[in-house]
């Protein structure tokens, strides 16, 4: 996620979320333009999965 400037850690860790409800790379680019923490990640996800 070098372009997001996302630490490899969160990349990580936003790939691993990511693939427990899609495989798309847009939505984890997504997650990572909104989020900053992995706490920010888990609550971006929860959310998208609310409304979808």
């Known amino acids: 996620m070098k372009r997001k ?6 990349a990580t860790y936003i790939a691993e979320k990511c693939c ?7 939505e984890a680019i997504r997650i990572a333009r909104l989020s900053k923490t992995k706490k920010e990640v888990d609550k971006n996800i ?5 409304y979808r």
Do not use: P
């Not at 400037?5 to 969160?10: D, F, P, Q, R, Y």
């Not at 929860?46 to 609310?50: D, L, Q, V």
């Open 46 to 50: 929860e959310t998208i999965m609310k």
């Open 20 to 26: 427990e409800y899609t495989t798309s790379v847009r």
């Open 5 to 10: 400037k996302v630490e490899k850690s969160l």
